[in-house]
């Protein structure tokens, strides 16, 4: 049987849904079937946490800092705290039931802040040292800069090297990780790029985008998806 796959929607103002095809086309590539979820009524996650085989938290807008302690930087872009508190609801859910996770951008900093962990709101004006360029000026399936693997960890075990070229599409990115998730890729400026879970079968949050390189060609991020699916069979 081919796993169900719920992939988070992005939310506007209107409460428009939007997702990229790439999304729905990794998975299927992989072997799943993506099932478009909307930012739903607040309650309702425990029960498409039952139903659901894996979630990828999928990218999008910014996040509303006030979820972990902080006041609107004046460099924040739009947010929909209604998406932000359901997929916060979700993650509990889905990590209470050792349910795979795959978080990609934004998700991988909705995954940290689900579970009380915190982040730069604008890594330009808030990281004090010079960092690269995180929002490339090139195709979504170009591979814009490199990230350091942690040589001991399932991201390394699935890439098969420790060193590898990624997109980039952000300018918020994780801060403070806290436990059950550890550190396991940066950039080359000391950004995080990459965290997991060592108490989950399959917890994973990347910092790029690995699902236009997938459907692309892209072999490391290939493999992701294929273990990302594998594990929720």
């Given at each position: ?32 079937i ?62 209470k ?61 699935i ?12 300018h ?12 396991v ?19 994973v ?22 273990r ?6």
């Amino acid at each position: 049987m081919k796993p169900l796959i719920g992939i988070t929607a992005n939310v506007d103002f209107d409460w428009k849904h939007t997702l990229g095809n790439d999304y729905l086309q990794a998975v299927i590539q992989a072997g799943g079937i993506p099932i478009i979820l909307p930012a739903g009524v607040i309650g309702d996650a425990a029960h498409l946490a039952k139903k659901l085989d894996g979630l990828v938290l999928s990218g999008g807008g910014d996040i509303d800092p006030t979820l972990f302690g902080d006041e609107p930087h004046q460099k924040l872009g739009s947010i929909s705290p209604g998406r932000d508190h359901y997929e916060i609801e979700l993650i509990q859910h889905m990590l209470k039931l050792d349910k795979p996770i795959l978080a990609i951008c934004r998700g991988i900093q909705i995954l940290n802040i689900a579970v009380e962990g915190d982040m730069y709101q604008d890594i330009y004006s808030q990281i004090d040292s010079p960092v690269i360029q995180h929002t490339q000026n090139a195709v979504r399936y170009h591979l814009s800069h490199y990230v350091q693997v942690e040589k001991n960890s399932l991201l390394a075990e699935i890439a098969g090297q420790v060193q590898f070229k990624v997109n980039s599409f952000h300018h918020q990115a994780v801060r403070k990780v806290v436990q059950p998730f550890e550190v396991v890729a940066r950039s080359s400026d000391g950004v995080i790029e990459a965290i997991e879970s060592k108490l989950h079968k399959f917890v994973v949050g990347v910092q790029w985008h690995p699902e236009p390189l997938a459907v692309h060609g892209d072999p490391i991020s290939q493999r992701i998806f294929q273990r990302f699916i594998q594990s929720s069979i």
